[in-house]
């Protein structure tokens, strides 16, 4: 079939293409078969009839089924494309041998080892709160202790959230994880903890549930019981800086290293460019003996068999499959189907379903063996690919990814945004027009592999950065000052 060159046919299985560029109608899209209407650049369009209740192809998998007959040429989209998902499944375990992934070339970056083994990216002081109600007093404290000891760390933050009073249950839990796994970040040099003193979230439970902290690089107090808590909390972070500012980097192996997989603002392209290509980065780095995590389980949805079938063991299968299913058990209680997605901003951008868009973002993962799974605020433990349950919304989800572990977050995005995370986050372009509109927002531009550029150069590119990123250079988002943490709600609220 000769394939007009605006055109990407992704898999010969499929009976969609998707445009590079602005198609015209009356366009030749191949033999025979002319576009009947505008296709914006990354829409689809179909290359042979689909008949209504067939399956459209994508990527060489279903993304949905047709409403109504499509003709050759027609846009496919969502006036005549519906998903097929519905509710929960029954999964079975039907491993592939994993693919052999070649060992990178020997990579180094220049980390920060801790002493329980974890090696950071960044030298820094985290203040955190186990309630809202002193977020701002975190706030205040890191914004005069920032000036005072400005160059003797890599930075002194804020993390604030407005939760932890007036939660019970497994909410509570989530919580006090959340903050105990961030003040054990390999990122943070140092961590105070400052509590108010009435709150549910009681901070010597915050404590008990960070049994990895080093207590010399821990520093923790209730406002309630302090006379003056700017003091207290200088005089800590004081204390603080003066340990970590005697660590130095030094030559870690990329198997100390920790890559948080993210997605957000997707586009037609997503699939196509930047996600396959931090698949490629994944696949280095667990190649090498290192870990990718991978979130957003609402966005696996349609795609979750290619990570089951890549799963270690049965047993790593059967943890997947519940996740999967409690997460669409969450969608079912609460009213609403498990297939609300993709965004406003997706669909503008090209993608129809949810299949569409989890197909695409599985990709991030790359070929690797999945080898963990965990549950929202847990902690990885295992190299490989590891699945971390967390919504698709950004900053919840890169705040799950840090609180696992992630030290750089490589974050794919087709419509833009300038959230910025603890670990340092490389914002990758799905398309050029993005990284040449939002400079100061995008760190990479993945959008030149849709204009000719190797997957192999633009792989080795990126894997450059990331370990520039590691060594110590500044992301754009650290650049702008973005840096923000946010919690998962889900349960009653006194």
């Known amino acids: 079939m000769a394939l007009n060159p605006s055109l990407l046919h992704v898999d010969p299985r499929d009976n969609v293409a998707v445009a590079v560029r602005l198609v015209e109608p009356g366009e030749t899209l191949c033999d025979g078969v002319t576009a009947s209407a505008q296709i914006a650049a990354g829409h689809k369009v179909a290359l042979q009839p689909i008949a209504a209740g067939e399956p459209v192809l994508k990527y060489g998998w279903p993304i949905g089924r047709a409403r109504a007959d499509i003709a050759p040429g027609e846009h496919v989209h969502t006036h005549n494309v519906a998903t097929a998902l519905e509710g929960l499944e029954e999964y079975v375990w039907a491993p592939t041998p994993p693919d052999a992934l070649a060992a990178p070339r020997q990579t180094t970056f220049q980390g920060y080892r801790r002493s329980n083994g974890k090696v950071g990216t960044r030298n820094e002081i985290w203040i955190l709160c186990t309630v809202g109600c002193v977020g701002r007093t975190a706030q205040r404290i890191a914004a005069e202790a920032a000036k005072r000891f400005e160059g003797r760390v890599d930075g002194v933050h804020a993390l604030t959230h407005p939760f932890g009073c007036s939660q019970l249950g497994g909410d509570l839990a989530a919580t006090r994880d959340m903050i105990a796994a961030l003040a054990s970040h390999p990122n943070a040099g140092g961590a105070l903890i400052i509590g108010l003193g009435c709150e549910n979230n009681q901070l010597d439970?915050?404590?008990?549930?960070?049994?990895?902290?080093d207590p010399a690089r821990l520093r923790a107090f209730t406002a309630q019981m302090a006379e003056d808590e700017m003091e207290e909390g200088l005089k800590a972070v004081a204390e603080l800086v003066a340990i970590a500012e005697q660590d130095r980097r030094e030559p870690c192996p990329v198997s100390d290293l920790v890559v948080g997989l993210k997605c957000g603002?997707?586009?037609?392209?997503?699939?196509?460019?930047?996600?396959?290509?931090?698949?490629r980065i994944a696949d280095k780095v667990t190649a090498g003996g290192g870990t990718a995590v991978l979130t957003e389980i609402p966005e696996i949805f349609g795609a979750e068999r290619l990570l089951m079938s890549r799963a270690k063991d049965e047993a790593v299968f059967r943890q997947i499959a519940s996740l999967v299913n409690d997460f669409k058990d969450y969608f079912?209680?609460?009213?609403e189907p498990v297939s609300e997605n993709p965004s406003p901003g997706n669909i503008a951008g090209g993608i129809t379903t949810l299949e569409e868009k989890s197909l695409g973002a599985v990709q991030k993962a790359g070929r690797g063996q999945v080898t963990e799974v965990l549950r929202y605020g847990g902690q990885a433990h295992e190299h490989g690919v590891v699945l971390l349950e967390a919504p698709g919304n950004d900053a919840v989800s890169s705040t799950a990814l840090t609180a696992a572990g992630a030290t750089v977050i490589l974050f794919t995005?087709?419509?833009g945004t300038p959230l910025g995370f603890p670990a340092p986050t490389l914002k990758i372009a799905t398309n050029s027009g993005l990284a040449q509109r939002k400079p100061n927002w995008i760190d990479f531009d993945a959008g030149r592999?849709?204009?000719g550029e190797s997957f192999d150069d633009a792989a080795d590119r990126l894997?450059?950065?990331?370990?520039?990123t590691a060594s110590g250079k500044a992301t754009r988002a650290e650049e702008n000052g973005e840096r923000e943490i946010a919690l998962w709600k889900r349960g009653v609220t006194l």
């Open 205 to 213: 439970k915050v404590l008990e549930a960070a049994p990895s902290l």
């Open 265 to 279: 603002g997707s586009d037609g392209f997503s699939g196509l460019t930047a996600n396959p290509l931090v698949g």
């Open 332 to 335: 079912i209680s609460h009213g």
């Open 413 to 415: 995005t087709g419509r």
């Open 449 to 451: 592999i849709a204009s």
């Open 463 to 468: 894997m450059e950065l990331v370990v520039a």
